[in-house]
Nanobody, 125 residues
C-alpha cells in the first residue's frame, strides 16, 4: 500500500484545513487508515483512524469534536477535516495504514506498517 498525504499549510487559530491521504493498492479490504502527528521535539501521537470496511472511527481526546475523519471509497482516499484549529495542533501530520488491525491497537503507531510522507500543519497568527 502506498500512501500520499497532502493538504497541509499555515492557518490562523480558529481556522480550518482538510488533509487528504490517497491510497494505492489492489484492494483496501480490511484496511485501517490512521492519522498521526508529531510536533517538534515531541513523540508521534495518534489523531484519528477509520476502518475501510464499515467506517468505524476513533479520535484522540484532544481533537474529538473538532476533527472529522472520512473516506471516499471511489477515490481510495481518506480525509481529515480539521476545524477550530489551535496552535497546539501545529505538527507534521502522517497518514498510515495496516490490514486487519483490531480496534484496541488502532491508536498505536507501531502497529501500522504503511506510512505516507508527512504534511506540515502550522497554526499561528
Amino acid at each position: 500500500v502506498q500512501l500520499q498525504a497532502s493538504g497541509g499549510g499555515k492557518v490562523q487559530p480558529g481556522g480550518s484545513l482538510r488533509l487528504s491521504c490517497a491510497a494505492s493498492a489492489s484492494t483496501l479490504n480490511s484496511i485501517v487508515m490512521g492519522w498521526f502527528r508529531q510536533a517538534s521535539g515531541k513523540q508521534r501521537e495518534f489523531v484519528s483512524s477509520i476502518k475501510w470496511n464499515g467506517g468505524s472511527t476513533l479520535y484522540s481526546d484532544s481533537v474529538k469534536g473538532r476533527f472529522t475523519i472520512s473516506k471516499d471509497t471511489a477515490k481510495n482516499t481518506v480525509y481529515l477535516q480539521m476545524n477550530s484549529l489551535k496552535p497546539e495542533d501545529t505538527a507534521v501530520y502522517y497518514c498510515a495504514a495496516r490490514r486487519g488491525l483490531i480496534t484496541s491497537a488502532m491508536r498505536d503507531s507501531t502497529q501500522y506498517n504503511y506510512w505516507g510522507q508527512g504534511t506540515l500543519v502550522t497554526v499561528s497568527s
